[in-house]
């Protein structure tokens, strides 16, 4: 049976969740709790890939892509330090953030709903990859008050386990919940596997 293509613009983001993976090895992949961050405004995914062309007899005979890694670039409306501390590798002490000479950031998996205009969605989950550590900008406050948003960006490949590095589903507009617990079961592996 042919599933009928629907046509919706995007119009928004919601739901960026994330989870740090504990264990990825060719037996299967374990993340903590999975955790909701709120105040999303932006992103940018973008991933690598080439397309490579072997010649012979003055034309193409074959060709191949190459992908790389995927790059995603999210935007907040804030970014607590709690947050940072964990996605970042920083550590607390005494209340502080500290940021040391040598910080690795955990490998983390996530998630996040963009809404179209009929009321459906589109989620993306992305299974490994690492933050960096953003820049600090900021503007002085003048007769009107702009708020100022906060950018983190990360680099994600595929996880060793299923060689999976992207997952993707069309929400329906109605009875949703069933597609959107496979879509996370899938990414976070919380279901049991056979």
């Given at each position: 049976?042919?599933?009928e293509?629907k046509?919706?613009s995007k119009v928004?983001i919601?739901?960026?969740t ?6 990825d ?6 993340y ?5 961050i ?9 991933t ?5 062309k072997?010649?012979?007899d003055n034309?193409v005979?074959?060709?191949?892509t190459?992908?790389?890694?995927t ?7 804030a970014?607590p ?11 607390e ?9 040598n910080?690795t950031?955990p490998?983390v998996?996530?998630?996040l709903?963009q809404?179209k205009?009929?009321?459906s ?7 490994k ?15 009107t008050i702009?708020?100022q948003?906060?950018e983190?960006?990360g680099?994600?490949?595929?996880r060793k ?8 589903v069309?929400i329906?507009?109605?009875d949703?919940?069933?597609v ?12 049991v596997?056979?």
């Amino acid at each position: 049976m042919a599933t009928e293509n629907k046509y919706s613009s995007k119009v928004g983001i919601k739901g960026f969740t994330y989870a740090i993976l504990n264990e990825d090895s060719k037996d299967g992949a374990t993340y903590g709790e999975p955790k909701y961050i709120e105040w999303a405004q932006s992103i940018g995914i973008e991933t690598e890939q080439e397309i490579i062309k072997a010649y012979g007899d003055n034309t193409v005979a074959e060709m191949v892509t190459s992908t790389g890694i995927t790059t995603l670039t999210m935007g907040f409306h804030a970014l607590p330090l709690s947050v940072k501390q964990e996605l970042l590798g920083l550590e607390e002490e005494d209340g502080l953030t500290i940021q040391k000479s040598n910080v690795t950031a955990p490998n983390v998996a996530i998630a996040l709903e963009q809404t179209k205009a009929d009321g459906s969605s589109e989620m993306v989950g992305l299974t490994k990859g690492m933050f960096k550590l953003p820049g600090t900008e900021g503007a002085t406050k003048e007769d009107t008050i702009e708020f100022q948003q906060e950018e983190i960006e990360g680099e994600f490949s595929a996880r060793k386990f299923d060689d999976i590095s992207q997952i993707m589903v069309e929400i329906p507009k109605d009875d949703a919940e069933d597609v959107k617990a496979k879509f996370m079961d899938k990414l976070f592996q919380t279901a049991v596997l056979p």
